[in-house]
C-alpha cells in the first residue's frame, strides 16, 4: 500500500520575504507542485519578475512584516483561490553585522528583532485563526542553528532564532487537537544573499564566509520544508535542524589570561 502524503495540489501556501532565498525558492518548489501560493515582500520588482515567472497559481503582495495591522489586513483580503490558506511560512528575516556587543550598532539590533521577532509573530497571530478555523494547517518558521549554538557577533540574531524555536514549541503546546501542525526549520550555512545583507553589500567579505566549502543552498531549504509539509495529517516534525556535510560543530572557545 503507498505511503499516503498530502497532495500539493491541493495546498495553498502563505510564504514571506519571497523576494529572495529561501522565499523565492520555497514558492518555486510548490509551485512546480502544482500548488498555490501567496508570495510577500518589500521589493516589488522582485515580486512582480517572480510572478512572470511562476505563472497564474502565483498571487503576490507587497507588505512589511512588521507592520501587523497591514499583515492582517493583507491575509484579509487575499482574492477567492488564495483566500483559505493551508502552509504558512514565516520566512522573513536578516542578519546584520558581526561585531560584538559592546561594539555593536544598537540599529542592527533593532532591525533584527523587529524583523526575525515582531515580523515573525505577526505573520503568525494574523493567519492563524483561519488556519483553526478549517480544522487544518501547517506553520512554519525559519529558525537556525545559531538557536542552539553561539558564535562571536551572533549575539542578537542567535537571540531571535533561540526566541522563535521556543515559540514553535510552545505553540505546538497551544495548538494540541487542532490540527495544525508546527515545525521549525533549523538550517545551518546556505548560501544565498543572507551573508551579503549581514555585511551590507560588502560582496568581498560576503563570498568568503563560503570559501572552499559546499554550502546548501536555498532549494535545499524548499524541499526540506516541502517534504515536511506533505507528509500525512498525522506526523508532524516539530524541530529539523540541517546542516551542509561541511560544516559541524566547534569546541568551546577559551581565553587564557598571561
Given at each position: 500500500m503507498a505511503y499516503a502524503t498530502i497532495d500539493p495540489t491541493s495546498l495553498t501556501?502563505?510564504?514571506t520575504g519571497a523576494t529572495s532565498?529561501?522565499?523565492?525558492?520555497?514558492?518555486r518548489r510548490f509551485i512546480g507542485a502544482g500548488a498555490r501560493v501567496v508570495a510577500t515582500g518589500r521589493r516589488v520588482e522582485r515580486l512582480d519578475a517572480l510572478k512572470a515567472e511562476l505563472g497564474d497559481n502565483l498571487h503576490v503582495a507587497a507588505h512589511d512584516v512588521r507592520d501587523f495591522a497591514a499583515t492582517e489586513a493583507l491575509v484579509a483580503g487575499l482574492?477567492?483561490?488564495?483566500?483559505?490558506?493551508?502552509?504558512?511560512v514565516a520566512n522573513a528575516g536578516l542578519a546584520l553585522g558581526l561585531k560584538p556587543g559592546q561594539e555593536v550598532?544598537?540599529?542592527?539590533?533593532?532591525?533584527?528583532i523587529d524583523?526575525?521577532?515582531?515580523?515573525?509573530?505577526?505573520?503568525?497571530?494574523?493567519?492563524l485563526p483561519g488556519l483553526v478555523s478549517r480544522g487544518r494547517g501547517h506553520v512554519f518558521s525559519i529558525g537556525s542553528v545559531a538557536g542552539d549554538y553561539p558564535y562571536p557577533g551572533g549575539n542578537a540574531y542567535g537571540g531571535t532564532k533561540a526566541f522563535v524555536k521556543q515559540f514553535c514549541l510552545s505553540l505546538?503546546?497551544?495548538?494540541?487537537?487542532?490540527?495544525?501542525?508546527?515545525?521549525?526549520?533549523?538550517?545551518g550555512m546556505v548560501e544565498t544573499e543572507f551573508s551579503l545583507v549581514r555585511f551590507?553589500?560588502?560582496?568581498?567579505?560576503?563570498?568568503?564566509?563560503?570559501?572552499?566549502?559546499?554550502?546548501?543552498?536555498?532549494?535545499?531549504?524548499?524541499?526540506?520544508?516541502?517534504?515536511?509539509?506533505t507528509l500525512p495529517e498525522h506526523v508532524n516534525?516539530?524541530?529539523l535542524q540541517v546542516m551542509p556535510t561541511d560544516q559541524a560543530f566547534s569546541a568551546f572557545a577559551v581565553h587564557r589570561g598571561t
Open positions: 501556501v502563505f510564504v532565498g529561501f522565499g523565492a525558492a520555497i514558492a482574492p477567492e483561490p488564495f483566500r483559505d490558506l493551508d502552509v504558512v550598532d544598537i540599529s542592527d539590533w533593532h532591525t533584527m524583523t526575525n521577532v515582531t515580523g515573525f509573530v505577526n505573520t503568525v497571530r494574523a493567519t505546538r503546546s497551544d495548538l494540541l487537537g487542532k490540527n495544525v501542525r508546527v515545525t521549525n526549520i533549523e538550517p551590507k553589500g560588502d560582496e568581498g567579505k560576503a563570498s568568503t564566509v563560503y570559501d572552499n566549502l559546499r554550502g546548501m543552498s536555498a532549494d535545499d531549504v524548499a524541499e526540506t520544508i516541502y517534504w515536511c509539509a516534525v516539530n524541530r
